[in-house]
């Protein structure tokens, strides 16, 4: 059943994508911030708490509401299933801030294409030359693509197997959402507390996302240049500040035959101007202390990077779809 409720909510979300303006992003920031402002008195203990409110409950709850649905009905558990992964899996969620940064390169607007990277990611990009531009658009791309696609696709699979249902697209959607909201609270109030908070949740998370984001490079390998993409995941991955960021980015770099990695744009402060489940309040930045060997970015890889991901999800889809029929067959 995990094989058809993936593959209706990506038709779905197709069809019908999330609203650029949505409750969802509200109400998940709310219920953050409620937390943070109820639950944390200061105290290591306390961040932990907050964590487990804002995180783990959730997930918690879905798994319970999952076990009961489904002993009602199995096709009302197929229906929460969509219903969650929806919300939580997909690709239009980000994709539209990568085609409009493409569309105005492809025009020859290099400072519209500027200012659209900016809002997207809170940079300074007003002196970034071209290629770094593609760079940046690239590296944000495949990353959003782990985080909204093969991370919640890992995880929902995991624990819908063990009769938890969306449980896990709760767990991993959430984890990342409460590491990039508290980063940008650190940032712009520099309150101890949100340190801590802060500190706390991007570990947690990369303890989530560590072996999703290894199936993700592996995914880029199989479907891309196998060899170059192993040979750049083994030499370039310790480049990133983040070894899961550079797991995936190191591996893609070498299956696209493209540079990623290099200086860091800097951030700009100020209000959180998407409003989508995805993008939460954050002004994160890719950090990398050098560049993975390649071709200077071009246009044609923001071309090969669609096809990279897209193989990758046909890969997975299948893998799944096997291991679903051997499921029914035993």
Known sequence: MSFFAVLFALLVEQLKPLANQNPIHDLLSGWVRWAGRNFDAGAPVHARVVWAITVAAPAVLMGVVYALVNRYSTVLALLLDVIVLYFTLGFRQFSHHFTDIRDALEAGREDRARELLAHWRHLDASELPRTEILRHVLEYSLLAAHRHVFGVFFWFVALSTVGLGPAGAILYRMAEFASRYWSYRSQVTGAATHDRLMNLSQTLFAWLDYVPARLTAFGFAVVGNFEDAVDAWRRHAVLWVRPNEGTILSAAAGALGVRLGGQVAPTVDGPDVSRTLSR????????????????????????SVVGLIWRSVVLWMLLLALLSLANLIG
């Open 280 to 303: 939460g309040e954050d002004a994160e930045v890719i950090e990398a202390e050098g560049s993975t060997a390649g071709a200077e970015p071009q246009m044609a890889h923001l071309r």
